[in-house]
Structure formats: C-alpha cells, structure tokens
C-alpha cells in the first residue's frame, strides 16, 4: 500500500480524495485543510488545520497531494519533499521555471519523488494518437491546432477569492488549459511558443490576466496554433485538437480528450471503441504512483515532464505582455 495525504481540500482536493479511495494499493492517511473537511464518515483519515503540524506528526505518508492554489505549490512541495514525503503536484507544478527547478533540486538533494498531476496523458484517446506518433503512422506531421472555447463567468472567481490573482493563479493558460498544452509535450520531443497574443473580453473587473488568447509555437517541425478563450457565453463549447499529417488526418476532442473524433489513415483502421466515456482519468495518475514508488521505475508522471509545460507557458505570457508593449 502506499499512503498518501493531502493537502487543501477544495473542489480539486476532493477529486485526489475520491480517487484515493477508487484505487485498491492506495490509501489515505490525513486531510491537511484551514477547514474541517466534508468526508465520509467511516474514513479514518486525521484531519489537521496546517502544514506544519501535519510535518510534525505525520510518520505514515508516502506522498503528498499538493492541492492548494497554484501560487503555493513551489513552497509547499518543497516544504513536503524536505519532511521526506513524495509528492503529487496538482497542475500547475509551478508558475515559472526556476521554481519547477528548485521544486526538482530539492528532490533530488533529499532522495525524493516528485509527480505532475498530468493525468489526461492516460485518456485512450491520447494514448492512441501518442502510438501514431511514436511509430511514424501518420509520417511527417505538418500542422497542429488546439481549440478550446470555455466559460469562467463571475461567479467562478467569487468561489474562491485566489483565482483571478496573478500571483496565486497564473492565468487561463495554466489553470485551464495547461492540459492541452502537456498533451503537446507528450506527443512530442521538444515544443517551443513562438508568437503569442492575449485579450481580456469580460473580465476586466474579474481578473488580472487576460482570458483569451491565440499563440503559434513547433513542435519537432511541425507548426502549431493555439485559440483559447474562457469568455464564451454561458457555458463551455469546444475543446480539441487536430493533427494534419503526411499519412493522415485525426482530430480528438472533449473537454477531458476523451473522443476521437475522426482519423483518416492510410494503412491504419481504428476503432470507435478508441473513445470512452470515463472523463476522470485521476485514479489512473494515483495507481501510476502506485506502481512507479513499488517497482522504483521512471514514470510519465515525473515532475521532470512538467517543466517544459511551465517553460511553454511562462514564454507564452511573456510574448503577450511584449506584443503588448511594442503594440502600445
């Protein structure tokens, strides 16, 4: 078994929470939260108001969940890491680079693990166009293009007085749509932002970031577009990405990649059975550690992976502000 605990207990902490208890190796050892946590109450687990009394006590965890706001991750995983805990950082890992660094560095330094909550990598969907990839199915990959149209109205940044900020959440970019932008460092060896623009459609008075953007970046060759936007009306519509290639066309597509929408291959069938209803993909992340921490191997989860994420879209918001400037 591998004991985990976590730390916040918000919408996101409850989602390790449930995914702890769906996975038959793992089990939950504490809840780290300013509030007393709403949990079953058959659950075992201790409840602790902070981080430093959880450190203080806490001879069982395995691995942290760091689920605070994103502006906290670097000092709490550090923190965890030099207690001589694991940890599972929700993304992002960190809001620049020389922190996803440090975050690395200390792990090391103290024979530590880190992982990056990166969990649609396990989508069967993603999966399938990643073994397209790997075996040259679709020859030279020609073009890349990323669509997501979302709503994050008021009310979203009332429930939780750290998102809007731009020290505690970075923007849309990391935490909304920094799971687009990991499936391109997935699929491909090194993928690097080029030109970036951003626009604040509604939010002005909500956020202190854009909520939109369009950015062109490569990846090994391939040129990329990205249109993102959390200022649609009433809900969210789109989210996909399509690959234009020498030996074929797939596009996939949700909110959680989750369904292929089409593929046209040569020399390739599939399957519409590639799709799946299963939108949570947590579980899959919490059995990875699992079986990473017990057969001590390498894993796509490590924190390693996450720093090109971080790169790619520290550059994107530093192109913006620039285009901004010289625009002005």
């Not at 108001?49 to 502006?71: S, W, Y």
Request: aromatic share 10%; net charge negative; charged share 20%.
């Amino acid at each position: 078994m591998t004991n985990f605990s976590i730390l916040g207990f918000g919408h996101i902490g409850r989602v390790h929470y449930e995914a702890i208890k769906e996975t038959e190796d793992a089990n939950l050892i504490a809840i780290v939260d300013l509030h007393k946590p709403d949990i079953d109450e058959e659950e075992q687990a201790k409840c602790y108001d902070t981080l430093e009394e959880f450190l203080l006590q806490d001879t069982q965890t395995d691995v942290v969940v760091i689920a605070t706001p994103n502006g906290l991750h670097t000092e709490h995983a550090i923190r965890c890491l030099k207690a001589g805990k694991h940890v599972l950082i929700e993304k992002p890992m960190a809001l620049n680079v020389d922190d996803a660094l440090q975050i690395l560095q200390i792990s090391n330094t103290y024979n530590r693990r880190v992982f990056s909550s990166m969990q649609l990598r396990f989508s069967p969907v993603v999966q399938f166009v990643k073994n397209l990839i790997d075996q040259h199915a679709l020859g030279k990959i020609y073009m890349v293009n990323i669509q997501c149209y979302w709503n994050r109205n008021k009310n979203y940044y009332k429930q939780r007085e750290w998102h809007g900020s731009e020290t505690m959440d970075g923007g849309v970019l990391f935490t909304q749509f920094s799971h687009f932008v990991d499936i391109m460092n997935y699929w491909f060896d090194e993928v690097v932002c080029q030109q970036s623009q951003q626009f604040n459609f509604n939010h002005q008075d909500v956020t202190e970031f854009a909520d939109s953007g369009k950015l062109d970046f490569v990846a090994d060759g391939a040129i990329g577009s990205m249109t993102y936007t959390t200022s649609v009306f009433n809900k969210n519509f789109e989210s996909h990405i399509t690959l234009i290639a020498e030996k074929g066309t797939v596009k996939i597509g949700d909110q959680y990649l989750n369904k292929l929408l089409y593929a046209d291959m040569k020399n390739v069938c599939c399957s519409e059975k590639i799709s799946t209803e299963q939108k949570n993909f947590h579980p899959n992340a919490i059995n990875e550690i699992c079986e990473t921490l017990s057969e001590n191997r390498q894993s796509i989860l490590d924190g390693a992976h996450a720093v090109n994420l971080v790169k790619f879209i520290a550059d994107a918001n530093t192109l913006a502000k620039q285009q901004l400037y010289f625009s002005n």
